[in-house]
């Protein structure tokens, strides 16, 4: 299992255990999206294998299981719905005071942490505060500060960085049939999160943004005539308006980059360079920054569920309205 931008995490956690310095409970934190759960997985699997611990070997019958998911002393707890009840978290206590199966340790991943219910979190707590002493857990969370302070204070605290843009292209081009352009275009647009850039493959993020630049375009060109494609290829939805502000808002930043070094070093959308030159021409370096406050105040408006037809029309006249001549 590859894991990529959180090494420096899985040596930390790897030299602990060779020190036989382990935590009982590691709270992993960082935005959504990163490979936490992922790392904790993976540390699961070197933790609990017979053959070369602290680091996986990948072939015993124990590290098969793990890659498969049904390792009986490997226990991830994925909350089902907006909440975690205290009656699941009972649940895990009752499994956390049995003996490992197989193994020597029994490991308990959690995720989406900070969903735990104020009753849950405080019945959780008697666990945290005398652990059994062959159980390890990775408390997983987003929003470390949305859980009670005496559970922060019982845990080792490890946090995760958004991933690289370097990273995330490596990881694209294992994951996807995508070109080398396409995959870093995409992991900049990510922001660090490959859950996102994966989630932009799957809902064929690729040809709505080349469709958007295309209306784009028009609008620059025919002005008030292409607005009608520029509304339409912004989408319909609320999350699918959201996305393309993001996108043209990304646009007008390429903009202003190019108008202040004059090259492409450091543009996002590099695959549309064409656009971005020719909309270079139409607009100064202080028309963009104005722009993208009018962008900002739109993704305000749609927050605000304002009329979107209305509101991405008034969007395009103010982008024409901004432009050179």
Do not use: W
Request: aromatic share 6%; with cysteine.
């Amino acid at each position: 299992m590859r894991i990529y931008g959180h090494e420096q995490q899985l040596t930390m956690l790897r030299d602990s255990a060779r020190a036989n310095r382990l935590a009982n409970t590691y709270l992993f934190y960082g935005m959504e999206g990163i490979g936490k759960k992922l790392v904790a997985m993976e540390f699961a699997r070197s933790l609990l294998c017979p053959v070369s611990a602290p680091v996986a070997c990948g072939e015993c019958t124990s590290c098969r299981k793990a890659l498969n998911g049904n390792h009986p002393d490997i226990f991830v707890f994925i909350p089902p719905t907006a909440s975690i009840k205290i009656d699941e978290i009972r649940l895990l206590q009752e499994k956390s005071i049995l003996r490992p199966f197989e193994a020597t340790r029994k490991i308990f991943i959690i995720d989406d942490v900070e969903k735990m219910t104020r009753d849950a979190a405080n019945a959780f707590l008697k666990t945290l505060e005398e652990p059994p002493e062959s159980c390890v857990f990775f408390l997983i969370t987003a929003r470390y500060r949305s859980l009670l302070p005496t559970v922060l204070s019982r845990c080792q605290k490890i946090p995760f960085s958004p991933l690289s843009d370097d990273d995330l292209t490596k990881l694209l081009g294992e994951l996807t049939s995508c070109d080398p352009l396409q995959a870093r275009t995409v992991a900049t647009l990510a922001g660090g999160s490959a859950a996102t850039a994966l989630a932009m493959f799957q809902e064929d993020f690729l040809a709505h943004r080349s469709n958007l630049f295309g209306a784009l375009q028009r609008l620059i060109l025919q002005k008030e005539m292409g607005i009608f494609s520029f509304v339409k290829a912004m989408g319909s939805d609320k999350e699918e308006v959201a996305k393309s502000l993001d996108i043209v808002r990304s646009a007008f930043r390429d903009v202003a980059l190019f108008l202040v070094r004059q090259d492409t070093a450091g543009v996002i959308n590099r695959d549309v360079e064409h656009v971005i030159r020719e909309m270079a021409q139409r607009f100064s370096l202080r028309h963009c920054t104005e722009v993208s406050r009018i962008i900002h105040s739109a993704m305000r408006g749609l927050t605000a569920n304002a009329n979107k037809q209305l509101l991405l029309e008034a969007l395009g006249l103010k982008i024409i309205g901004k432009m050179r001549g």
